[in-house]
């Protein structure tokens, strides 16, 4: 199993739009992108990730920390 990661990440879809988040468990996060599972809130990114598929985005991880110091 995957240890926890908290922190900030990044997702470039083939067009070069760029998409930043945040989560306390990044791992699952991108698993549920991947499934596009609880992605419709970000609408472009989940019709990209549609579209093109998931191989062609690329996940990132930019900062991990602790959950207190998200936003």
Known sequence: MRPKH???YKITSP?????????????????????LYNSEKQRK???SIKKYGVS???FVIILTCDKNELN
């Open 15 to 35: 067009k070069g739009r760029i998409y930043i988040g945040q989560s306390h468990n990044i791992f699952k996060r991108f698993a549920d992108y991947k499934m």
């Open 6 to 8: 908290c922190g900030i």
């Open 56 to 58: 062609k985005h690329k």
């Open 45 to 47: 990114l989940h019709n």
